[in-house]
């Protein structure tokens, strides 16, 4: 064999190599399931011991996402203790729980109310809903109201329009004491996740079974009823409309 034909030989040996190696490298790659990526799920941790009741939280809320007058969709609700002189105060804010297991939910017959599956956040389709009040109704944490300017449920949604853009949501960016953290609670490393397991927390009215997304440190649940049986006076003024409370 010439010299000539030696090299061509080689020359379509190596490429045949070539495009093989390639050809199985690309199987290789795309034949590998790649891990699907995993659901948020938005949570608040509120830490009481850094609140100090101002208010600016449901002011931030109210002028970020133009809720009429006379409503809210949080508030800091005042609890206090004792007689005088040995008194105190609490505080307790409140908001939407975003439920892992919501009522409001389960009773709407539109569909108007959902729980949304990429990240949790319960929302309302204004869209869809009719302003039945059944919402309202099942709601165990007195968070909705009947929107005036458009006839509809109501209520916090985590500022959804500003969670999709990566930022947080109005109340937790404007509380000078940090006392709201939000967050993903499947991220084992977000602050939330971090104060959740070293911190003991609860919730509110965990008896429902609902499982509350927002979590309190230190935080004071006591209600008219419970101070009577107890011998103690307490106030609590919830800066609502009907002054409802849990």
Known sequence: MSESKQQVSRRDFIKKMATGSAAVATTTVSSVALPAEKNKRYAMVIDTRRCVGCQACSVACKTENDVPLGETRNWVEYIEKGEFPNVRRSFLPRLCNHCEDPQCVSVCPTGATYKRKEDGIVVVDSDVCIGCKYCIQACPYGMRFINPKTGTADKCDFCLHRVEKGLVPSCVNTCQGRARIFGDLNDPQSEVSQLIATNATTVLRPEMG??????????????????????????????????KRV
């Open 210 to 243: 609902t499982g509350p997304m927002v979590f309190y440190i230190d935080a004071d649940h006591t209600d008219e009823r419970d101070a009577k049986k107890q011998g103690i006076y307490v106030r609590i003024d919830t800066h609502r409309r009907q002054q």
